[in-house]
């Protein structure tokens, strides 16, 4: 640990050179592409745009040993330590360690302090991991992001065949730790709602389509708040009383929206109250709370697409754009102040997914969400570049859109290139 302390406090060197040959070839360039180590690449964008970030997404690496554009195996042997004193009563129950994961939590932590430093106070972070370093990770995000910032961990369901190579249980699922810099400055995540949703509005008045929903709140009582629970008188003066721990509305609120309140009978001539609930609110039309379970895309949808933009799927588990565009759309549904634009972050770029994603989530809603992307140079040169290049692929690919829907608007949506280069080297060698 006292390595990565040391990696974190050590200042910025080497250098950050656009690639002009590049750039002056892609129309309107407001997104960027960094290549080069991570770390001295973030601490760059310290200085540049100091809690200007919005939303970081990242797939760091597993630790599992594949080699992609980065080291991927971080753990060593333990050293070996002479035997316990033989205690019958805890005999047989406690092991060592076959590995030590320090390396990668070492690896990781100067990074996720700067992401840190770089979030705005309604910034949020989601990290993609499995159940391998999923222990470590929650450890080290809540020590840098702080327990109460803890906004939720997503299961998401990566694969839906039941696949080979494990005699116990087939691994179906990874683990997404959401983090908010401030949580009590994060605004509520919404997405739309499904069209099953959306048919359930079936009622329509005056102000629009609506549905009916018990005032009585469902679920298990917790702390019933005093101000929800009071008697409601009938349309035949008959007195009803809350059939659950508390209404959902105050009295007050209950007074001013009579206008909403539907009392029917049962067969059994016990009164019920409702509500009418509408689909369009003073906000537009409604949203729903995601929920912990991710299954809406997976692995293979990964390797499809990727395959489809670039003719090669020779990478193991891609991440969908999907998944990582839901993601940004949960955290960015409210209008951004004019002042701050809503930057994305993405330190762990790969084939670049995440640019795929905001360049789509752009398109889709008609915002300008502006994408920095850090593609790590760390070993096998000729592997980074492969990379590299299917990262531009997807990129250009993306901004293309799709010619077959002629309503689309065009965003060109360029990015420009950097390479970070460390003090010992030169540009060029």
């Known amino acids: 640990m006292e390595e990565a302390i040391n990696d974190l406090k050590a200042p910025f060197s080497g250098s950050v050179t656009e690639d002009q040959e590049y750039s002056r070839t892609i129309p309107d360039p407001v997104h960027r592409l960094y290549t080069g180590d991570n770390l001295p690449v973030l601490k760059y964008l310290l200085a540049e745009i100091p809690q200007g970030v919005k939303l970081i997404y990242i797939d760091p690496p597993y630790n599992t040993g594949s080699i992609l554009n980065y080291r991927d195996r971080f753990s060593v042997p333990c050293k070996k330590t002479p035997p316990l004193k033989k205690n019958t009563d805890l005999d047989g129950w406690v092991t060592n360690p076959a590995t030590d994961h320090s390396p990668w939590m070492s690896f990781m932590f100067p990074r996720l302090a700067i992401a840190r430093q770089l979030l705005r106070p309604d910034g949020v972070i989601f990290t993609s991991i499995d159940d391998r370093e999923f222990p470590r990770l929650k450890l080290l995000m809540d020590w840098i992001m702080g327990e109460k910032n803890h906004v939720g961990t997503i299961v998401w369901r990566k694969k839906v065949v039941r696949g080979r190579g494990n005699r116990h249980i087939i691994p179906q699922t990874e683990y997404i730790l959401c983090y908010a810099r401030d949580v009590s400055m994060l605004p509520p995540f919404r997405e739309p709602l499904t069209d099953d949703m959306i048919d359930s509005y079936t009622k329509k008045d005056a102000s629009g389509p609506y549905k009916e929903i018990p005032l009585a709140k469902s679920g298990t009582a917790h702390s019933p708040r005093p101000n929800l629970v009071y008697p409601i008188t009938a349309p035949d003066g008959s007195t009803i009383h809350c059939p659950t721990h508390q209404w959902r509305w105050s009295e007050k609120t209950f007074l001013e929206r009579q206008n909403e309140i539907i009392f029917r009978k049962t067969r ?75 930057i994305i972050l993405d330190f762990f770029a790969g084939t670049a997914p995440t640019a795929q994603a905001v360049i789509d989530l752009n398109r889709e809603d008609q915002r300008r969400r502006i994408c920095y992307l850090v593609q790590n140079r760390i070993e096998l040169p000729e592997t980074t570049d492969k990379i590299l290049e299917l990262a531009k692929i997807r990129i250009q690919k993306s901004r293309e859109g799709s010619p077959e829907d002629p309503d689309r608007q065009d965003f060109p949506e360029g990015f420009r290139l950097y390479h970070y280069f460390p003090p010992a080297s030169r540009e060029g060698s």
């Open 268 to 342: 059994k001539g016990v009164w019920r109250v409702l509500t009418k609930q509408y689909l369009e609110t003073v906000d537009g039309l409604r949203f729903r709370t995601p929920t912990s379970l991710y299954d809406k895309v997976t692995t293979t949808d990964g390797t499809r697409e990727l395959r489809s933009i670039s003719g090669t799927g020779n990478f193991d588990f891609p991440k969908p754009s999907r998944l990582i565009r839901d993601l940004i759309s949960w955290a960015t549904t409210t209008p951004p102040a004019p002042t701050k634009p809503e």
